[in-house]
């Protein structure tokens, strides 16, 4: 099952202290630095993607094979300000109940 609430939350606090490392830090880090970087601005991208088009799609939390936040994030992966009208007003279904992964996390 694919963790992208726990991915998210992860890379929210290394963002977070990658900020904060980098107003402490003097300029011109190795090539090392840089390509971790890139490599982290890319898995970000993706973790934006990923949980708020599966939240749109699906409008549920867990599901087959994934589970996201309850809310869209957004470049900062911290909660959007503005929340779609849907999922203020509907909400969202907690888990998918017909899949196994659902089932799992709804009883524990």
Same mark, same amino acid.
């Given at each position: 099952?694919?963790?992208?609430?726990?991915?998210?939350?992860?890379?929210?606090?290394?963002?977070?202290?990658?900020?904060?490392?980098?107003?402490?830090?003097?300029?011109?880090?190795? #090539?090392?630095?840089?390509?971790?970087?890139?490599?982290? %601005?890319? /898995?970000? !991208?993706?973790?934006?993607? $990923?949980? &708020?088009?599966?939240?749109?799609?699906?409008?549920?939390?867990?599901?087959?094979?994934?589970?996201?936040?309850?809310?869209?994030?957004? #470049?900062?992966?911290?909660?959007?300000?503005?929340?779609? %009208?849907? /999922?203020? !007003?509907?909400?969202?279904? $907690?888990? &998918?109940?017909?899949?196994?992964?659902?089932?799992?996390?709804?009883?524990?």
């Amino acid at each position: 099952m694919c963790r992208y609430d726990i991915s998210i939350e992860f890379s929210r606090m290394y963002f977070r202290r990658m900020e904060e490392h980098h107003n402490d830090a003097v300029e011109g880090g190795s #090539e090392e630095a840089s390509e971790m970087s890139l490599a982290m %601005a890319k /898995l970000r !991208k993706n973790l934006i993607t $990923l949980n &708020n088009e599966y939240l749109k799609k699906r409008r549920v939390l867990v599901d087959k094979g994934f589970k996201v936040l309850p809310h869209l994030v957004d #470049e900062k992966l911290e909660p959007k300000k503005k929340q779609p %009208a849907w /999922l203020q !007003k509907e909400g969202l279904l $907690l888990a &998918n109940l017909m899949e196994p992964q659902g089932k799992e996390w709804y009883f524990r």
